[in-house]
C-alpha cells in the first residue's frame, strides 16, 4: 500500500490517469507560502513515478488559480532570514520551473477566477493552460514597486510577444482569458462553466496516447529550441533512437502493423490501439 497523498497545502485526487492537483490555501486566495512550495516538490516528484498517473492537471481551491507569491510568508517574513530564503527560493523554482517544465508526464494548468504575479510560472511551465474566459490575469509586481522576478520574466519573453510582455509587465495592468488566449500566453480560453469538462476532455485525450512518444515530444521540442540545426539534428536522431528502445508497449511497431497490415486505424485522424 503506498502512502496517502496527504498535504497541508495541496489537494491531490487521483481518478482514472490523471492527477487532479489543487493549492489549497482558499483563505489567502492561494498565495504561494514556504510550506506550499516544499508540498508541491514532495508531491510532484512522487507525481511523476507514479505508475497511476499519465497527466497531471494543476488548478486551485477556492475564488482563484493562485494571487502569485505571498507577500506576508515569502517576502516580508524571510526577508532578515538568509539562510531560510535560500531554501524558499530553491524550493518554489523546484517545483515551478524545475519540475514542471521538464515533467515527464503532460501537465495542463487550468486555471479560474485569477492569476497574478509568481502565478505565471507555473502557468507557462505546464504544456498547456485552460482557462476560464472570465479569467483575470496580472503581472502585479510593478504595482508593489518589484520587478517580475523569479524566472518570470524570462519564462514570459520565450512565451508571448516583446510587445505584449512590455505592455503587461510595464503598466501591471489585469487582463481576461481572451486575451491571454490572443497572445498565446494560454492553450485556450473557454466559458468558466466548462472548463472542468474542457479540461478534463484533453487530459482524457492525452491518456488515449503512447506515453513514451509524449514524453520523447515533450523533451524533443523543449530541448531542441535551445540548439543549432546541427546539434538539434543529431539530438533528435538519438531522441528518436532512445524513444523507441524505452517504448515497452511497442507503440511504433503496433502503429505501423495496424495500418499497413489490419488497416485498423488512419493515422492522420487517430491514434493506433494501445
Ligand atoms: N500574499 C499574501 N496574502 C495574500 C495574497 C498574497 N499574494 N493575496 C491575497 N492574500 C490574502 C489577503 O491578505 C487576505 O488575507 P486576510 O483574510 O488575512 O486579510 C486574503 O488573502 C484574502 O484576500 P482579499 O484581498 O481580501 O481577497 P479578494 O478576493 O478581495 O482579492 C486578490 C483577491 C485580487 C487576489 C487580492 O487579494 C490581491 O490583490 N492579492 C495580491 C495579488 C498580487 O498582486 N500577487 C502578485 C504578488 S507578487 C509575486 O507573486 C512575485
Known amino acids: 500500500m503506498s502512502k496517502p497523498y496527504d498535504y497541508e497545502n ?25 510550506a506550499l512550495n516544499h508540498d508541491m516538490v514532495e508531491v510532484l516528484s512522487r507525481l511523476e513515478t507514479d505508475a497511476d498517473v499519465g497527466v497531471v492537471v494543476l488548478g486551485g481551491e477556492g475564488k482563484g ?12 517574513d524571510l526577508d532578515d532570514k538568509p539562510v531560510e ?51 483575470v490575469f ?18 514570459l519573453m520565450d512565451c ?16 481576461d482569458g481572451k486575451e491571454a488566449d490572443r497572445m498565446r500566453l494560454i492553450t485556450r ?13 484533453l487530459a482524457r ?7 513514451e512518444a509524449l514524453r520523447g515530444t515533450k523533451q524533443a521540442l523543449k530541448v531542441s529550441r535551445g540548439m543549432s540545426y546541427d546539434q538539434a539534428g543529431d539530438y533528435l536522431a538519438a531522441k528518436f ?4 528502445f524505452r517504448d515497452v508497449e511497442g507503440g511504433y511497431a503496433k502503429g505501423i502493423s495496424q495500418f499497413i497490415d489490419e488497416k485498423s486505424y488512419r493515422p492522420a485522424f487517430e491514434a493506433y490501439s494501445r
Open 10 to 34: 495541496v489537494l491531490i485526487n487521483i481518478d482514472k490517469g490523471i492527477a487532479w492537483v489543487s493549492l489549497n490555501r482558499p483563505d489567502k486566495r492561494n498565495a504561494m507560502s514556504p
Open 65 to 76: 488559480w493562485t494571487a502569485g507569491m505571498d507577500l506576508s510568508l515569502f517576502f516580508r
Open 241 to 244: 533512437a532512445e524513444q523507441k
Open 138 to 155: 496580472g503581472l502585479s509586481e510593478v504595482n508593489w514597486g518589484i520587478i517580475p522576478a523569479g524566472i518570470v520574466s524570462k519564462a
Open 85 to 135: 530564503r535560500a531554501v524558499a527560493h530553491r524550493e518554489t523554482n523546484q517545483w515551478r520551473w524545475n519540475h514542471l517544465y521538464t515533467f515527464s508526464k503532460p501537465t495542463i494548468a487550468m486555471v479560474h477566477g485569477f492569476c497574478f504575479g509568481g502565478g505565471f510560472t507555473q502557468l507557462i511551465a505546464c504544456d498547456f493552460a485552460i482557462a476560464a474566459e472570465d479569467a
Open 189 to 201: 480560453a473557454v466559458p468558466a462553466d466548462a472548463l472542468r469538462a474542457e479540461t478534463e476532455k
Open 160 to 175: 508571448i510577444p516583446y510587445r505584449d510582455a512590455l505592455d503587461l509587465c510595464l503598466t501591471g495592468r489585469t487582463f
Open 205 to 211: 485525450s492525452l491518456l488515449k496516447l503512447n506515453p
